[in-house]
């Protein structure tokens, strides 16, 4: 079982960057692809970023292509995501989730998801 924690959201103005950050307390990390996902106000929750097990693999949602990169370091049971060139739209709240298996941008097959972290936006 993984215990998912986000870290690293905030308020900041378009066109800067935020890293975040989703430590996993489970010692079987690596056996997860990762996603990031995120959740605008009176909005769904809505697919971002996901990364294989061995981090081969990443995908992301059209609107983040070329200015969000998702990675992961095994040996700190972490996964990031590098946000740059950040616009108001990307305000939410993100999550980090886990599943064992191939990565995928579906919400509903992961199995563990973190409590969230702000990232507001300012035009």
């Known amino acids: 079982q993984e215990h998912l924690v986000e870290s690293g959201g905030g308020l900041v103005q378009a066109g800067d960057s935020l890293r975040l950050s989703c430590a996993a307390s489970?010692?079987?990390?690596?056996?997860?692809?990762m996603g990031w996902f995120r959740q605008a106000p009176g909005k769904e929750r809505e697919f971002v970023a996901v990364?294989?097990?061995?981090?081969?693999?990443?995908d992301y949602t059209d609107s983040v292509k070329g200015r969000f990169t998702i990675s992961r370091d095994n040996a700190k049971n972490t996964v990031y995501l590098q946000m740059n060139s950040l616009k108001p739209e990307d305000t939410a709240v993100y999550y980090c989730?886990?599943?064992?298996?191939?990565?995928?941008?579906?919400?509903?097959?992961?199995?563990?998801w973190g409590q969230g972290t702000q990232v507001t936006v300012s035009s």
């Open positions: 990364i294989s097990r061995r981090g081969g693999v990443t």
């Open positions: 489970g010692r079987t990390f690596a056996n997860y692809a």
């Open positions: 989730a886990a599943r064992q298996g191939v990565t995928t941008a579906i919400l509903n097959e992961y199995d563990y």
